[in-house]
């Protein structure tokens, strides 16, 4: 009785033995063309992970090993997480190639085992994408991802193919500038092309005074600010003046009156009389509604002549001055002096 | 008296019978060693094979001396290979040809040896031995060295017993005449297969990146690259601020560096995030949103108007650092010493279809500001990715 029961069992151990031989794998194959790419490599954040890799061969697949190592990617040494990774709110977004799997509960934190129901492969191309993975706390350091698909699906038992890749934390890059505040503004008898370095003069010579015709004459003005307040230009000065003998400034906007004691401005491109041009340049900023009358004209020292509300490109103003005299004024050289102050508002 | 007579004849017979046998006894050995010392062995006999491995193809070099022994002729040869022992006449056994004795029947003669000038013959193999004749007797007046080289011999495939580390022998006979009749030498060689020890080694994956500031030099690796911040320094409308001319105290520029065996290529890719005042609401390409507008464009310059608001970053150089010749890494044409960004999307920057020998990008950025660009201070951060494919 003994030795039959032996020699069945001797004979099950053999084929036991055998078929062992036959169906387990002596030697896992190499996954190829094996990437994990996470869409961020910066320490110590929640990111996206792809993983994707070629099958060598066709298989019954029922899990897949994704585990992350600090020391080294050989399956054969023990695995050191890599310091500050956090998998365990991982998510598999997206899969294609071999499809059906989710995330399998004995997963770690430096551990993601898919499983799905064993199933003969078809796919050679397999992509899996995670998101909220921490990454490792330090940067420019490499780290390691064992990959490995096994036909069980708990990812035990014997390792159908495998391979691992090595990826890096990298330090972020910081470009940092600043931009000062701006206020370009320049004030002459001629500016071309915008430009301030083109202001030149500052003599307006209006000419011989006649009670028969105004006289006229024009300066120019450009401001720009990046204040998002945008600017004020303020016009600062004394109307026309020989000695004790003035023009009457225009308190308020009226048109030209050759025989009248006048003097104004406007910044308009006046038809009556002709003088002046109209704002030009790249910006938005309009001449105050007092001095934006065509063919009106007033002068009051403190008047904001301009402005802007925002920041402001480039605006070149013409400033057009007229004068009238009467019969009785007095004859002499007439003038004034002229502030044009711009303020920007930050 | 007569018994007498016959117990002495008798006992004389007996005596002389016993003397011959007495002499022949003390003569019977120095018969057979006389003999024997007629076949003598060839000496420095050696079968070199090129390969020990089993089964394999392998050219076997025989070679061995033959003694003068005065007069003698010599006129073949053969070489038997035995399972057994080396001992020439002893019966050769073997399990089969090609098993444990090599195959021969695809062997052939190297050449046009000879022996003392005459020509040596390729008589051809008989199972386990492999016949030699000469084109005519010859008498060699000293000691002669007989050397051929068999080729396309397959060595023992040591199918039957498993074991690779396998013994087998030769026999060599020479002969004194050209058919192989009347053996005068002989010798025995031992020869094996052998296991062959394969060595394996993995190489593991590896990919070394970092991104700094500063490379200190000190060691082309990404042991001495530092930092993480590149200062534009203060920009004024109609003019450009780059990293590489030192617009402000900072005189950094961007450095990253990449060094991966993956066999399949590498790429590297970065995100930016907007250039921008913290806090900004950045909207299009407008210049007041607090936002630098991107150099969408690549260009060799970045624009110097005060009408244009962008910044930029370019690869002015690809440092390589290893040891193979050449650059790996090709950056991406739009950054090839030409200045754009993205900032709405990861970006490939540079990638290589094979492994990556140390090499860094040296990454310069520029930026120009409108005249109407808000002030503040703008910073964009740029995230470097590596990626192998192994």
Redesign the interface.
Known sequence: MQRAIVSRLTAIATLLSLLSFFVLPTHAADL???????????PLVATEYTVEFDLPGSSTLGSISVLFCGN???PEEPCTPPIGLDASGAGLITQSGETGFSIDGSSTANHIILSRTPAVTTATTLSYEFNNIVSPQT??Q?Y?VRLATYASIDATGSVIDD??????T?????????????L?FCVGVSIVGQDCTSANGNQVNVGALSPDATATGFSKFLA?????GGYTVQVAGTTMASGNNVITRLNSPASSQPGSKQFGINLRGNTSPSVGLEPSG??TAQPNPKYNQLNNFAFTSGDTVANAP?????VTFTASYIANVDDELPPGRYSTTLTYICTGS? | MQDTLLTSRFGRVVSWVQIVSLITAALLPAIIITSRADALQVEQRSIEISTSEAGATADYDISFDVPDTGTENIGSFRVEFCDNDPLPGETCTYTAVGDDVPDLSTASLSGSPTFNGVAINDTGETSESYDFALASTTDPTGDTTFAVTLTGVVNPANTTDGDNNNTFYARVYVYSDTGFTTEIHNGGVAMSTAEQITVTARVQERLEFCVGDTDANSANNCSDVSGNDVDLGVLTPAAANYASVNPSTDTQIGHARLSTNAFNGATIQYYATEMQVSGATCSGTDFTDQCLNEKTVSAATIASSSSTEEWGMAVTSLVDDGTVAGDELTVAANYDNAYHIVTAASTLLASSTSIVDNEQLELDFGATAHTITPTGIYSSTLTFVATGTF
């Not at chain 1, 391979?163 to 890096?168: C, D, F, I, K």
């Not at chain 1, 990298?170 to 701006?182: C, G, K, T």
Request: proline share 10%; charged share 10%.
């Open positions: 190829t063309q094996r990437s994990v790419a996470p869409a961020s490599s910066e080294s990617p050989l940067a420019n490499s390691y391979g691992s890749v090595a990826l890096s990298a330090q972020q890059l910081n470009v940092s500038l600043y931009v000062p505040p701006y370009e720009a600010t990046n204040a998002s790249p910006g925002t920041s402001n490109d480039k930050f």
